[in-house]
């Protein structure tokens, strides 16, 4: 079946640092991927999104690569602030499926001042 | 326009008593989804509403949970009687349509079962 991996955490950056969490695949077909946040006290939110290979999906600064030769899907942000400390989940749902997402465990990130 | 509400946000609860869950869905969605994170695991579909109709619940862990969403509005998820395992987050989402429309997440209830 369809499953996720992403790298544990938690990610501890220091303020402007570069960030990269590691996201790897196994599904069938041609899956849409996703990354969600989770701010401390709020909902799961989409953060962004890419529906086929080699898409780059964005937002916020934050940046992922649909790569279907690596079944990856890694978030990279350039220069991340104290304000982007939250828990974040890799993602996908397959084309033909009942487009449920199948998450990742959940990457912790924390960025000091 | 307001977001997804769970209620409550955190419960604590003996083994072997009954806890309800409430999820309000964003007005005017029809399809509303039930999720639960267990500590440091996966986020996990539980069942899928479609108005007051469940369309989908495989992921239900077994008969212990039960879930109504009455005149397809707002939705409650019961456990009775409560097990050490079922501990963990229990997300609600809802969206106007079904397929690839994204789904909008409620905060959650953190429910730890003693």
């Given at each position: 079946g ?19 969490i590691?996201?790897t ?5 041609y ?33 992922a690569?649909?790569?279907k ?11 991340v602030?104290?304000?982007d400390s939250?828990?974040?989940?890799c ?12 998450f990742?465990?959940?990457?912790s990130?924390i960025v000091?001042? | 326009?307001?977001g ?5 946000s ?9 806890v ?7 007005s005017?969605?029809?399809?509303l989804?039930w ?6 695991k996966?986020i ?19 008969n212990?949970f039960l ?16 097990e ?6 229990y997300?609600?989402?809802s969206?106007?349509?079904?397929g ?8 959650g ?6």
């Amino acid at each position: 079946g369809d499953s996720v991996t992403q790298m544990e955490g938690p990610v501890t950056l220091s303020e402007e640092a570069f960030l990269t969490i590691n996201c790897t695949y196994t599904a069938t077909g041609y899956p849409s991927l996703f990354w969600y946040v989770q701010y401390p006290g709020e909902g799961l939110q989409l953060l962004l999104k890419a529906t086929k290979a080699d898409d780059k999906g964005s937002n916020k600064g934050f940046e992922a690569t649909y790569r279907k030769e690596t079944t990856s899907f890694h978030l990279e942000k350039g220069s991340v602030q104290v304000s982007d400390s939250a828990v974040y989940f890799c993602a996908l749902s397959s084309s033909g499926g009942s487009y449920i997402p199948t998450f990742g465990r959940g990457t912790s990130l924390i960025v000091h001042p | 326009e307001a977001g997804v509400t769970q209620f409550p946000s955190h419960s604590v609860i003996e083994k072997g008593q009954t806890v309800t869950l409430r999820c309000d869905p964003i007005s005017g969605h029809d399809n509303l989804y039930w999720y639960r994170r267990v500590m440091g695991k996966e986020i996990k579909f539980l069942l899928h509403f479609v108005k007051e109709s469940k369309q989908d619940e495989s992921g239900m862990p077994n008969n212990r949970f039960l879930a109504e969403r009455t005149g397809g509005t707002y939705s409650t998820l019961k456990v009775q009687p409560a097990e050490l395992e079922d501990s963990g987050v229990y997300f609600c989402a809802s969206s106007r349509d079904r397929g690839k429309e994204t789904q909008y997440f409620g905060p959650g209830t953190r429910l730890l079962v003693l």
